[in-house]
Nanobody, 126 residues
Framework: QVQLVESGGGSVQAGGSLRLSCGAA??????MAWFRQAPGKEREGVAA????????YYADSVKGRFTISLDNPLGTVYLQMNDLKPEDTAMYYC?????????????????????WGRGTQVTVSS
């Protein structure tokens, strides 16, 4: 089974930047997305991208600060995170292979993805 491997997490101060990467060697997905989950909170969708690259989706809380992009030949999705805030602290998970779209929203947590990574921790200090 194809493994998704995230990298790029770490600890930064508020206002800093990080770039997350998620590779799925040889796997081509219709959508790829990033979700996050903070301790004691529900998982939430952060950003998603259609494989054609011309459709992106963002949670309101990250619009204007995060950018999702896709390198199709590599099968790698990136999440550039700028102006990070302490409330962005969470485990970030990569998802691929959307199998059931809920409410026409690839970021809805009821939307189903076939592949998930193990996560990469992002910690933002104030």
């Amino acid at each position: 089974q194809v493994q998704l491997v995230e990298s790029g997490g770490g600890s930064v101060q508020a206002g800093g930047s990080l770039r997350l990467s998620c590779g799925a060697a040889g796997y081509r997905s219709n959508y790829m997305a990033w979700f996050r989950q903070a301790p004691g909170k529900e998982r939430e969708g952060v950003a998603a991208i259609w494989s054609g690259g011309d459709r992106t989706y963002y949670a309101d809380s990250v619009k204007g600060r995060f950018t999702i992009s896709l390198d199709n030949p590599l099968g790698t999705v990136y999440l550039q995170m700028n102006d990070l805030k302490p409330e962005d602290t969470a485990m970030y998970y990569c998802a691929a292979g959307l199998s059931r779209l809920y409410g026409d929203d690839p970021l809805d947590t009821r939307t189903s993805y076939d592949r998930w990574g193990r996560g990469t921790q992002v910690t933002v200090s104030s």
